[in-house]
């Protein structure tokens, strides 16, 4: 199940909650990325899914463009991208400073980048959420403000919606210096720029300068339906843990791009040659070991419509139909009504 799926899959009652068969067995947890295992666990410690494909979102940018503008440092916030903006248009040769689709995903990563909880009861982990907090703590309006400065400054064009894919090819087909994508992007990404130009990746940019947040996982875990039936749990169990042994996450991570979800993974021989054949990919890794479990996002039951919703009003907002703050607030009201819809029927 997508991350998503995470809230919506904890309240089904379908399923056997992951933490009593790693109790069960054994098992030790600290053999998974701590950072990761933090998005599938909830504030009593309750693990209720196994991670198995993960990622994190990252920035790609063009080598040799920063090389001809003269560029040493990557920016590290949308600000700075602004800042080194027309040193890549006028001698870098960018016909588009950031290549940014409007994705649900960046809106809530942006709100882990400053630390701030999209949802009420702590970040839907202690129970189910009532409500959005992003319009009370000023996160949402922060993005769209930073946002709209990059698109109003010419440096970051609409591009339109994540599944268009218009910002992938941009910037592989040289147009674009910068890009925000997913670390499971990787290889298609230094497939489809065919070697033209040097691919660098850096951690995903933060809104202000000084936000101290890390970043969420993407990605999606593995469930343990509850079948009442002992023998399909065990299967169910062994099976997970053989997805999850350091052997098949090596053999996932170099053909997928998803980064392992088990340490130990770091050490096969499969890794190390994926690793050294494209060392970018070493970049996902790190910013997940910097991130922190505080920074793994929130879980809400009605997510795929939530991102829906804050698709629909960023699109609104380059349009020029509503303003940042009308945009914060629709966002609210909307996601808000969702929210409470779903938990009069499910309550």
Not at 90 to 116: D, P, R, T
Not at 118 to 146: H, P, S
Not at 276 to 289: G, S
């Amino acid at each position: 199940i997508y991350d998503l799926g995470t809230r919506f899959m904890i309240d089904s009652g379908w399923i056997i909650p992951m933490q009593e068969m790693i109790d069960a067995d054994g098992y030790d947890i600290s053999q998974i990325e701590p950072n990761v295992a933090a998005y599938y666990t909830t504030e009593d410690g309750t693990m209720y899914s196994m991670p198995f494909n993960s990622s994190t979102p990252l920035l790609y940018y063009n080598k040799d463009m920063f090389d001809a503008a003269g560029i040493t440092e990557i920016p590290t916030s949308l600000p700075e991208i602004a800042d080194v903006g027309d040193a890549l248009k006028e001698k870098g040769g960018a016909q588009e400073v950031l290549a940014i689709s409007i994705y649900g995903w960046y809106f809530e990563q942006f709100l882990c980048k400053q630390g701030l909880n999209m949802v009420n009861n702590g970040n839907g982990r202690e129970k189910a959420a009532t409500k959005v907090e992003f319009d009370e703590n000023g996160g949402g309006l922060n993005i769209l403000n930073a946002w709209y400065d990059l698109y109003k400054g010419g440096y970051a064009p609409n591009v339109g919606r994540s599944g268009s894919d218009t910002a992938t090819t941009d910037f592989t087909s040289g147009k674009a210096a910068m890009m925000l994508g997913s670390t499971a992007s990787l290889k298609q990404v230094l497939e489809d720029s065919g070697g033209n130009f040097e691919v660098g990746t850096a951690y995903y940019p933060a809104v202000n300068e000084d936000d101290k947040g890390g970043v969420s996982i993407g990605g999606a875990s593995l469930w343990a339906l509850n079948n009442k039936d002992e023998k399909k749990a065990a299967a169910t169990w062994r099976f997970i843990k053989f997805l999850i042994s350091p052997e098949s996450q090596a053999y996932w991570n170099a053909q997928t791009g998803y980064f392992p979800v088990v340490t130990a993974a770091q050490e096969e021989q499969t890794f190390k040659d994926n690793i050294a054949k494209y060392p970018q990919f070493q970049t996902a890794l790190d910013q997940l070991h910097d991130s922190t479990p505080e920074s793994a996002g929130a879980l809400l039951s009605v997510f795929p419509e939530a991102r829906q919703i804050v698709e629909t009003q960023i699109e609104n907002m380059l349009n020029g139909s509503v303003t940042q703050e009308e945009a914060v607030k629709n966002m609210a009201e909307e996601i808000n009504d969702t929210i409470e819809e779903y938990n009069l029927v499910n309550g």
